[in-house]
């Protein structure tokens, strides 16, 4: 007889994009919910800030100018953590120490001129334009045959080391294909190599099937909570059509893709009624690599909060040693999400 139940019993699941395994533990989360809206006490933010770098005007700390920029404008980071101009090397010492050269280039995207409007604060017009902007940038930093992967992403709020609240993302392209997406390629390749289907293609059927952590869809994008989960409230927009990379996009997936990046992160800010804090990013296949069939397009949100504006989860001692834990399970995450109004609580 065998009385295992998920949403009683602690287990592993499987993170089918790396192969790595979380453990759930659900019973503790017999505790009663103790999230709430704290008060914070944060003044508005102004349309311009005469001391912000990113906004229109003003001088950045290379000593550039910002033009006087209307819609998303991209400039290279003056501090990038990468250089174009690196010289190819290897050190390679008793297959002990092993280093290798990284060229790539940082890129820095404003979303909007205006210094207080975040994702969610923005007209899905404008969140539009921004993603005409990822994929121009795609375009261009895929043209360097040297550049084998593009990373676009965003780090929203000082409690994830992001300091400027100007609403701005980045982009690093690299020489190397980085770890995450070394993993993430490896399990979709064996994936479609056995069946030859897309692996998040059969996951987001399975998902909309089960209706169990579907948090909204609409007509060409599911975002969910993955049955994997490892932070509270992490999350992945999943285009429903397999295709490998953002320039394989309709007009009306653009304009999809915008609407349900704007219901997801005022969902975020309504949870605890704050500019919900996270890291996002769009994984997608390598660049100058040859044909990666099995790649299928997808946005991950990691938002470290647990309970309030304030209460974040952190990943120390088990997990830091042995392996990723959570207790709220990915299903209850999802109905909390879902159930969530689509209006932005400061309107
Ligand atoms: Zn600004
Ligand atoms: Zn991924």
Redesign the pocket.
Known sequence: MNNFQLEEHPHQRLNILTGEWVLVSPHRTKRPWQGKVEKVNKDPLPT??AA?Y??PGNSRMGGDVNPDYKAPFAFTNDFGALMADTPAGEVLTDNLLHARGVKGICRVICFSPR?DLTLPLLETADIRKVITLWLEEYRQLSADPAIKYIQIFENKGDIMGCS?P?PHGQIWATSDVPAELIKETSHQKRYYDATGKSLLQSYVTLELEKQERIVCENEHFVALVPFWAVWPFETMIISKRHVPDITHFTEAEHMALAEILKRLTTKYDNLFETSFPYSAGMHQAPVNDGAHPEWHWHMHFYPPLLRSASVKKFMVGYELLASPQRDITPEWAAKKLQSLPEVHYSL
Do not use: A
């Open positions: 311009y800030d912000c990113l906004c210094h400027n100007h």
